[in-house]
Each structure stands twice: as structure tokens, then as C-alpha cells.
RNA sequence: CGCGGGAUAGAGCAGCCUGGUAGCUCGUUUGGCUCAUAACCAAAAGGUCGUUGGUUCAAAUCCAACUCCCGCAACCA
């Protein structure tokens, strides 16, 4: 049995879980089920970042100590999970003490690709923060929120030298030994990487407080690359323990706008470490509403509860999996939300376990031995990562059975007395939509756990309430 | 001239590499069936395959130019 490890990016808890961090989660989830499904031992990793301080002075503007504040939030992200039904294992909170000392330890491992030295650029003093020559330029070197004028300041920071990594990083990208998908984003990064510029790691306590401190270093505060990004690794217990029977991982889930610091970033780190780089990088793309980027301006934003509630989890899954490609932006709207659901779950799904667990019923079929077997076509895609490939591809067997029931009439049978031959057709049938519901178990865990029930029962009967009722 | 991707039926996409009657899913219309959630099955309508030119007996497919759309372009957790 080979050992499989999975990451999802973790969420800042500076805001309400959204879409996005759902589309990271499903994709994992599905992998992580169909990993199992082949025999797999699978380790699956989610969390929250909990340090900076956007989420230091969001808490004390409401009033309450940072900690409680985190707390809070990263619950949030807890129970939203739950909702989602992730199969994950392992749940990791920036802010866990074992974490902060682990990243200390990183730290002082990577010291040799670490420098300090002046950051200069236009500072804001009522946001707190540098802004870049671009965006003071926009703004015609006043900060619109604050009407002021942006200030020539400079900083120490701490650097890791990417240029350390740049020829490695490169080499396993090109021969895909960390292979990112979809292929036109790994020809993005390797441009990108061509003039990637070393990456400012730490911020002066003055600057930033609520984070982990650099070793040996009391002015300093991590800044969240090293922080964030190894929480993959001291979730598994790194430094303190041997983690290669997990590590690399086999694949980590993630949305395009972070694409590059895991692509690059987080391999400089990782062969800095001396450790593996993950061997996939599956990158999903923006889920838009009715063709336009979501956003709180707008006033557009989709909230995934409120998806949830209309038809339950299943009707998510189904929706954000099978309709959303898994690579590219895809949109989401409320009819064809719907649509998906009244006419191709309730109609070709549910409505054939209802029909055919009543012809069952009628003529008294037992329970059917789940059958096994391999489908090599199915596998492909989805050890290819091409979920919402591989979902059309299992429902065209739903809608081959919906078909086979007309064109055997097994009703027909039933009435013409052909009672042997009934038999056969009938277990036949039930047999083929268990083959089916198998393939779909890792994007329906719910409505396919009730289908394998129902006809693997003794005696076969229709569920109580349809599996997909329509009002 | 930054790099890259795309333009095919109302919507979303496949086909292009290896030219030869244009295909899938959803939607629409009609017919059939009755086991079933007014569900299911079948058939039909609907496209001069972005534009122009070239190569060829033959171009969605190869070549060139053009138009339009989109992704990426360093502190975005």
C-alpha cells in the first residue's frame, strides 16, 4: 500500500471562507477519495495562516485579543470543511506553537541562502505598508485612503537568494519532476522564473508584531513565505521527525494568484532544506459570477453557504466538480445551478436508482454483490488530475443505463411472464449502476453511499425520499 | 511589436498534431414509452468552424496577414 500526501494552500483568516478556498478543498478531496479507492494510505493536509497584521488590527478594531480573533476565524474555515465533507487528516494553524518553533528551525536551516539587506520604496504611514512604484504612480503619490502623500522610506529585511535555486527549480519544472498543471501555467512560470528577484522574508517588529520571530534576531519578524509555506512540512513534524515516508507530496491544490510562490518560493525553500519538491502543482483557476470576476465592489459575490443550502452537498459537489473545469475559470450562475440540478442529478441520477430500485422491488430482486473491476479509461483521467473530465465521463454510464432499462423493457418482461429472464436483466442493470456509482464515490460521497446501499441490500427497495427531490 | 492561450449551433466545449460527408453535453421543438422524481427513450431544428488571402483534387484542420477576447508580467496568504 503506497502512501499518498496531500495539500490544500491554507486560507488567511482575515476574511469569511469563499469559493475559491472551496474549489481547492474538492479537488483535493476527490483525489484524496479516488487515491483511496485504489489502495492508497492518504495523509491530507488543510489549515489556516494566522499571522500579519491585517488580521492583528482587524481584532483589535473589533475589540478582542488577537488570539480569541484567530481563533474565531479559523473555525470558520473548520466548520466550512466539515460542510464540504474533506476527508482530510491533518489540520494546521500557523499560530499552533509547535508550528512557530518548527518554522524557527527551518529558519536557521536555510541561513546560508539568507541575507540582509535595505529595502527602499514609497511608504504609507496610515496603511502601514509600501505600496509599489506602480501603484504610487496610479495614485499620483497620495494614498487615497489616507490623502496622503507616500514617503521615501527604507527598511532592513532579510532575503533568501532565490538565485541560489533558479537552474534547479527550472530543471524539475521543465522535466516535470514537479509537474504543474494545467501545462500553459508551468510555461507561465518558467517565464516568470527567468527573472524571479530574491524575496524579502522578514519585516522590522515596528513593521509587523503578529508573527513568528526570526531566530537570533529580535528585531525581526518572519514575513509569511517562510512562515506560510512550510506549514506542509511541520504539519508532517519537520525538522523534528523524519517525514519521508509522506514527503514529497504527491500533489498540492491551489488557485492561480499563488501559483508563483509555491512554483517558486516554496521549491527554493524546500531544496534549501534539502527535501523534494512536491511532485504535482494542480492549479485551479477564479470560479465567476454569471461571467464577471467576483468581488465585494461589485457587489457579486456568490457565498458557497448559500449554494449548500439550496440543494445540499451533494448538488455542490456536483455543480463545482462537473460543470467547473478543473483548470480554467469557469462561471456560476443560479439557473444553471439549478438547471444541473433538477435535469441532470434529480433526472438522470436519482431518478434512475428510483426506477430501478422499484422495478427491483416489484419482482423481488435481492441485494446485488458489489461487482469489481478496473476502468482503465476512468483512471487515467483522474490520476491526470482531469476531474471534471473524468465526472462526464462516469455520467455518460448513468445515462447508458437510463437507456438500456428502455430498450430492455424490463416491464415488458414482468407482464409477459418471462420471469428467469427478468431475473437476469434486473441484476444485470443493478450490477451496471453499482459499476457506475463507484465511479462517481469520490464527487458524490453522500448520494453514492446511500445508491450502494440500497442495492446491495437484501431485499432492494426505493429510498423513502427521492435522492434529489425537485419542490 | 513583452510572453502565452483562444475565436466551431442559444450556452459550455471536442475535433486541428497525422487535410477527405462538422461532433459532444446542456438548452429548444416534435414523437414514443409508462418501470420512474410531468421523470426516461428517440428524432428534428440550429453552424458559410473570427476575417481575408495562399497551398491542395480537397482546408475547421497546413501557411501568411488582419480583427477581437482572455491569461501572465515580483511582495497578491
Redesign the pocket.
Known amino acids: 500500500m503506497s502512501k499518498t500526501y496531500l495539500c490544500t ?4 483568516v ?1 476574511g469569511n471562507p469563499h469559493i475559491g478556498h472551496a474549489m481547492d478543498y474538492l479537488l483535493a478531496d476527490v483525489y484524496a477519495r479516488f487515491c483511496r479507492m485504489m489502495g492508497d494510505e492518504v495523509r491530507f493536509q488543510v489549515g489556516t ?1 494566522e ?2 497584521n ?1 488580521v492583528f488590527s482587524t481584532a483589535q478594531k473589533n475589540g478582542v485579543s488577537v488570539d480569541d480573533y484567530v481563533q474565531m476565524n479559523s473555525d470558520k474555515f473548520r466548520k466550512f470543511i466539515k460542510q464540504l465533507d474533506i476527508s482530510y487528516t491533518d489540520f494546521i494553524r500557523t499560530t499552533d506553537p509547535e508550528h512557530v518553533r518548527r518554522c524557527q528551525e527551518i529558519w536557521k536551516r536555510l541561513e546560508n541562502h539568507i541575507y540582509s539587506a535595505e ?1 527602499e ?1 514609497w511608504y504609507c504611514e496610515g496603511c502601514e ?7 504610487c504612480e496610479e495614485n499620483h503619490g497620495v494614498c487615497p485612503d489616507h490623502q496622503k502623500p507616500y514617503q521615501q522610506l527604507s527598511e532592513r ?1 532579510y ?1 533568501l537568494r ?1 538565485a541560489d535555486f533558479k537552474d534547479k527549480i527550472r530543471d524539475q519544472i521543465e522535466k516535470d519532476t514537479m509537474q504543474i498543471l494545467p501545462e ?2 508551468k ?3 518558467l ?2 522564473l ?8 522578514s519585516r522590522p517588529r515596528g513593521q509587523l508584531s503578529w508573527g513568528v520571530p526570526v531566530p537570533g534576531d529580535d528585531d525581526q519578524i518572519m ?3 517562510i512562515d ?2 512550510s ?1 506542509y512540512i511541520t504539519v508532517l513534524g519537520y525538522p523534528d521527525q523524519d517525514i519521508s515516508t509522506y514527503w514529497p507530496a504527491q500533489a498540492q491544490f ?1 488557485g ?7 512554483a ?3 521549491p527554493a525553500i524546500l531544496l534549501g532544506l534539502g527535501l523534494p519538491l512536491p511532485k504535482h502543482l494542480v492549479t485551479h ?2 470560479i465567476l459570477a454569471d ?1 464577471q ?1 467576483m468581488s465585494k465592489s461589485i457587489g457579486n459575490v456568490v457565498d458557497p453557504i448559500e449554494v449548500l443550502d439550496k440543494h445540499g452537498l451533494d448538488a455542490f459537489r456536483y455543480y463545482f466538480l462537473r ?1 467547473v ?1 478543473t483548470f ?4 456560476f450562475t443560479w439557473e ?1 445551478f439549478e ?2 440540478y ?15 430500485a ?2 427491483c422491488k ?1 419482482n423481488g430482486i435481492r441485494g446485488v454483490i458489489n461487482p469489481t473491476g478496473e476502468d482503465k479509461k476512468y483512471i487515467k483521467l483522474m490520476q491526470n488530475f482531469e476531474f471534471s473530465r473524468a465526472f ?1 465521463y462516469a ?2 454510464k448513468v ?2 443505463l ?2 438500456s ?3 430492455q ?4 418482461l ?2 409477459t411472464g418471462e420471469t428467469e429472464r427478468l431475473h437476469q436483466v434486473l441484476e444485470k442493470l443493478a450490477c451496471d449502476l453499482l459499476v457506475a456509482n463507484q465511479l462517481l464515490t469520490p464527487f458524490l460521497p453522500t448520494a453514492t453511499e446511500k445508491i450502494h446501499s440500497i442495492f446491495t441490500a437484501p431485499d432492494i427497495a ?1 429510498p423513502e425520499t ?5 419542490n
Do not use: C, M
Open positions: 494552500a491554507i486560507p488567511y482575515n495562516d499571522h500579519g491585517k529595502y520604496g505598508r509600501f505600496v509599489t512604484a506602480k501603484e529585511n532575503y532565490i500553459f501555467r510555461q507561465e512560470v517565464q516568470l527567468a527573472d524571479a528577484p530574491d524575496i524579502s522574508i514575513y509569511v513565505w506560510a509555506l506549514n491551489i492561480k494568484d499563488i501559483l508563483r510562490f509555491h517558486i518560493t516554496w483557476g477564479y461571467g470576476k460543470h473545469d480554467t475559470d469557469a462561471d444553471k438547471n444541473a433538477n435535469n441532470e442529478l434529480a433526472n438522470d441520477l436519482g431518478n434512475l436508482v428510483q426506477r430501478l422499484t422495478l416489484k462526464d455520467w455518460t445515462q447508458a437510463n437507456k432499462i428502455d430498450e423493457k424490463p416491464w415488458e414482468a407482464k426505493p427521492p435522492l434529489f427531490p425537485k
